[in-house]
């Protein structure tokens, strides 16, 4: 069911964005970054706006180059690019010990991909919460056709807005999504708030490390371009998520880059020095044939004016991503899992642990 061939990719290109529309949305999107002369602040403000904008760009295109599953993970030697994100939604299901019965919250779930993924593997029941209308459409069309549409559904909201009582989920995840907050405190005070007392929150988080220093132009220019890349509005430190994470009441039971240890560095996969058939799409090669083709499905009329541009953006994302993992200053696999106490429930009835 996914976006395999070029007149798919074509017809998916601005998401509910109408087709006249998209080459306006495309330069309204850039003017949010510092390439363009944007700020930090305004992307904050704005964030629903790019974000959505972003999403309704480019989602066509990871679904045409991605699958369903849009993140990377840690690699073995031998592993192709979809057993190791497998593998990695496995290992995050794992560590918050799903298992038949529990009602789980997907935060940022994309069209759903490891959503799907995990309810197979788990036999848990998931929501998973989006606020850009396209992705959920195709995330339903994509769950019924995989028979999970019976335990499996999307809501459409702001994860910095949860449409949820409080203590309602028995567990809570997020994969490369919540980098999008404007204000990762409250991202994580919210999923802290419909997370039920002594269950688990586990997530793989886009940040710059400790090696990232802010006075440094080529580390700023990076940032940017993965900022513009992506639709984020700011890219944080590894330990600025975890102080937020603990002002949010959780309690921290591990963290871990796990970029540091893969035996095949996550950015392999976009890098100009490797080549995968398994991969062809998102290669340099790949990225260059797809760059061909869109333009000549643009010249023609099938794909919409700015559907170039679009492409643009992820080009200028992948060098970056590149760049970044090289020099060592960004990861996108920085893991952590977190426990709401226990002690949450007795405050409500006691007033005290």
Sequence with gaps: MSKAGALDLAAGVGGTIQRSEVLCAVDKYEKYHVCYGGEE???????????????????S????????????????????????????????ASQLALKPGYEVLDVGCGIGGPLR?????????????????????????LNRAAGVDKTCK??????MHMPFSDNTFDAVYAIEATCHAPDIYGCYKEIYRVLKPGQ?????????????????????????????????????????CIEALKQAGFEVIWEKDLAEESPVPWYQVLDGN?????????????????????????????????????????????????????MGIFTPTYFFLVRKPQCESLVMTWGSC
């Design 274 to 326: 490797h080549f995968s058939l398994s991969n062809f799409r998102v290669t340099p090669l790949g990225r260059f044939i797809t760059r061909i083709m869109v333009e000549a499905l643009e010249c023609v009329g099938l794909a919409p004016e700015g559907s170039l541009r679009v492409l643009k953006v992820l080009e200028r994302a992948a060098e970056g991503l590149v760049k970044g993992g090289r």
């Design 61 to 92: 295109f990871y679904e045409y180059g991605w699958g369903e599953s849009f993140h990377f993970a840690r690699r073995w030697k031998g592993e192709s690019l979809q057993e190791s994100m497998k593998r990695q939604e496995h290992f995050l």
């Design 117 to 141: 993924e995990i309810a197979r593997f788990s036999f848990a029941s998931i929501t998973g919460l989006n606020n850009n209308e396209y992705q959920i459409t195709r995330g339903e069309e």
């Design 154 to 159: 999307f809501v459409k909201a702001d994860f």
């Design 41 to 59: 602040e305004e992307r904050k403000t704005n964030y629903s706006d790019m974000v959505n904008k972003y999403y309704d760009l480019v989602t």
């Design 200 to 240: 688990y929150f586990a997530a793989y988080e886009w940040c710059m490390t400790d090696s990232f220093d802010p006075h440094n132009k080529e580390h700023q220019d990076i940032k940017g371009e993965i900022e513009i890349g992506n639709g984020l509005p700011d890219i944080r430190l590894t330990g600025q």
